[in-house]
């Protein structure tokens, strides 16, 4: 089973940058599409961002397109959110899923469709 540990998250103020990491332990990503949600509070948990196992195939909710880029290292277990130009409306908890799949390139949005999830990280954008 996967256990998955976010970090990297902080307060950062309006226009800034920071990357929030996601690792794995107690097994391989090789075959886990990966993805990232946020919640901010008072509002429902929303898909941010996701990639497929292979790296090959990633997909961006429209709100972070252009600013929020997903990346994976799979010999190091670990997947990453840059995020640039943030916004206020970009503080959230942000955490991380797993789910396994055969499919090398496909990537998932939904939250149901993820097996694994992390504890989040808060990130926090200031004017």
């Known amino acids: 089973q996967v256990q998955l540990v976010e970090s990297g998250g902080g307060l950062v103020q309006a226009g800034g940058s920071l990357r929030v990491s996601c690792a794995a332990s107690g097994g391989t990503l090789g075959s886990y599409a990966m993805g990232w949600f946020r919640q901010a509070p008072g509002n429902e948990r929303e898909f941010v961002a996701a990639?497929?196992?292979?790296?090959?195939?990633?997909y961006y909710t429209d709100s972070v397109k252009g600013r929020f880029t997903i990346s994976r290292d799979n010999a190091k277990n670990t997947v990453y959110l840059q995020m640039n130009s943030l916004k206020l409306e970009d503080t959230a908890v942000y955490y991380c899923?797993?789910?396994?799949?055969?499919?090398?390139?496909?990537?998932?949005?939904?939250?149901?469709?993820?097996?694994?999830w992390g504890q989040g990280t808060q990130v926090t954008v200031s004017s």
């Open positions: 899923a797993a789910t396994r799949t055969l499919d090398y390139r496909r990537t998932y949005y939904r939250a149901d469709e993820y097996s694994y």
């Open positions: 990639i497929s196992w292979s790296g090959g195939s990633t």
